[in-house]
């Protein structure tokens, strides 16, 4: 039995494909963004933020991608319906450190392995998602 295990990890080229394709799609639908792309341990890889984005979107995208690869699941819908009838997890969630419910939040899945998380933020959270999938799209 070994000591050590290996993970799969997002490369930095392949963040900067998905940054460009975020940008894109936030360009095609006329919003603003920060993007943050973390690697599978959560540290960042990759960031950028659009001119005039939110002050405070910088620091949502990396929260919703902390929140994504730290538990493997998007952010939003998938989050809310699994606390909403739990009061425990509704109320206790949101004293966990660098966690973010809102949507715009998604793993990056390579052969079927966390390799990392995509968080986008700047506006509405359904817009925000959109950005996310088309980060994705690029894998």
């Known amino acids: 039995m070994s000591n050590t295990f290996s993970s799969?990890?997002?490369n930095l080229a392949t963040?900067?494909?998905?940054g460009e394709a975020a940008i894109a799609k936030a360009?095609?639908?006329?919003i603003t963004i920060s993007l943050t792309i973390v690697d599978s341990a959560?540290?960042?890889k990759y960031y950028i933020r659009m001119d005039n984005a939110p002050l405070i979107a910088s620091d949502i995208s990396r929260?919703?991608?902390i929140t994504a690869v730290g538990f493997g699941m998007p952010t939003g819908e998938a989050w809310h319906n699994f606390i909403k009838d739990d009061p425990i997890l509704n109320n206790g969630v949101q004293n966990i450190?660098?966690?973010?419910l809102l949507g715009g939040g998604m793993p990056i899945m390579v052969d079927n392995q966390l390799a990392g998380a995509v968080g986008v933020s700047g506006a509405h959270y359904s817009h925000d998602e959109t950005c996310a999938t088309a980060a994705l799209s690029v894998l």
């Not at 450190?97 to 973010?100: A, I, Q, V």
Request: net charge positive.
């Open 27 to 30: 360009i095609e639908i006329g």
């Open 42 to 44: 959560g540290n960042v």
């Open 97 to 100: 450190n660098d966690f973010m």
């Open 15 to 18: 963040c900067q494909k998905m």
């Open 63 to 65: 929260k919703k991608a």
């Open 8 to 10: 799969v990890s997002v």
